[in-house]
Structure formats: structure tokens, C-alpha cells
């Protein structure tokens, strides 16, 4: 099923968008990651899932499975759902297994979509440095490039792994650190704006 998922999602993609895609370099094959990405359109999970090599498992928010069609699509695309108003220790537990295992978990730090084009700015939740702090993954952060219009150019950049490590003033758990944590992750995402050419 994954791979005709996958070849459906190519498919789309080639035909009504044309990606181009740069840091591919950064993925191993055998290691695990948890895979950080800005997020304007539902079409990132399908842009990111055609363009990759590996099999990428999403953290989606729970109100997007409450459409049956919609919540069968996005399990096809490999998402499970996380309720964002409370602490999902279901989600979390699900998150840390597939990262254990060695695979990649997507997730949207900013929890929602956005409106780049206005300059819509959205604070990042926490989810993504709690994750990857306690199952001691590794962040790849990826940046898309807002145009998601049909026979649009998308530009998506992968950047380099990286950490989060403890600080000496930090306690576990401590939510200051949490969110200094989550906006250090953002700006390692936006950065990778600078590389598009």
C-alpha cells in the first residue's frame, strides 16, 4: 500500500506542480529523524512524502480526522492524529516508537497551516521540541516555499540534523526552555529560505 500511495502521490505532483528539491544529502538511510517543516498547504504532506526516498509518518491534528474522507487520505499519506488541546501521551507514545525504530515522524511546529503571502506569523508549539528532546531524535528541519497553486514552482530545502541538547539552567520539563527550544527549531526551518535560488 505504501508504495502505491507513494506512486500516486508522484504522480499528482509531476503532473500539477513542478517541486524542485535540494538537501537530500542530509538523510541517511538507516537513521531516524523527526522531520520539522513550515506548513501552508495540506499538499506539503504529499510534496514531502512523493519527494522522498524513505516513508515519512505524520502527526497531524486531530480535527483534520473528522472528515472521513479527509482522515482516510491523510492515513494513506502515513499521519495519525494528535489533539492539540491536551497533553496526547497517546500520540507521543506512538511518535517515540516510530522514531525508535528508526523511521521518520513529520510534524509542523506551527500546528496549522499559515498565509505566507500576508506575512501571517505564528508562534511554534512546543510538541516538536518536547518529541525531540525526550526520544532523543534528531531534527531535519525542511523549508516550502508557499506557492502551492496548481502548474506552481515549489522550492522545498532540506537542511542539515541537528539536536536539542539540555542547557545548563534547564529543567526537565521546563516550559521556558521548551519554547526557546521550539523557536530555535523555527528559525533553523526559515532559514533555509536564504538557499533558494
Keep these: 500500500m505504501k508504495t502505491f500511495v507513494k506512486t500516486l502521490a508522484m504522480i499528482v505532483v509531476a503532473l500539477f506542480y ?20 513550515n506548513h501552508t498547504s495540506i499538499m506539503d504532506m504529499v510534496f514531502l512524502q512523493s519527494k522522498f526516498k524513505r516513508w515519512i509518518y505524520w502527526m497531524a491534528k486531530i480535527e483534520l480526522f473528522k472528515k472521513p474522507i479527509i482522515a482516510k487520505l491523510l492515513r494513506k499519506l502515513g499521519a495519525f492524529p494528535v489533539d492539540r488541546g491536551k497533553a496526547d501521551f497517546s500520540a507521543l507514545r506512538t511518535a517515540i516508537k516510530i522514531l525508535k525504530e528508526g523511521k521518520i515522524c513529520g510534524v509542523f511546529p506551527e500546528g496549522t497551516r499559515k498565509n505566507q503571502h500576508v506575512g501571517e506569523i505564528l508562534k511554534p508549539k512546543s510538541g516538536a521540541a518536547f518529541l525531540a528532546y ?22 522545498i530545502v532540506i537542511g542539515t540534523p541537528f539536536s536539542i541538547t539540555k542547557q545548563k539552567d534547564e529543567v526537565n520539563g521546563n516550559h521556558a526552555a521548551l519554547k526557546e527550544n521550539a523557536q530555535y527549531i523555527m ?5 533555509l529560505k536564504e538557499s533558494i535560488v
Design 134 to 155: 525526550h526520544a532523543k531524535a534528531k531534527i531535519l528541519p525542511v523549508y516550502i516555499s508557499p506557492n502551492h497553486h496548481p502548474f506552481s514552482s515549489v522550492n
Design 18 to 37: 513542478r517541486v524542485k528539491i535540494s538537501g537530500m544529502e542530509n538523510i541517511k538511510q538507516n537513521e531516524s529523524y523527526l522531520l520539522c517543516a
Design 187 to 191: 528559525d533553523r526551518i526559515y532559514s
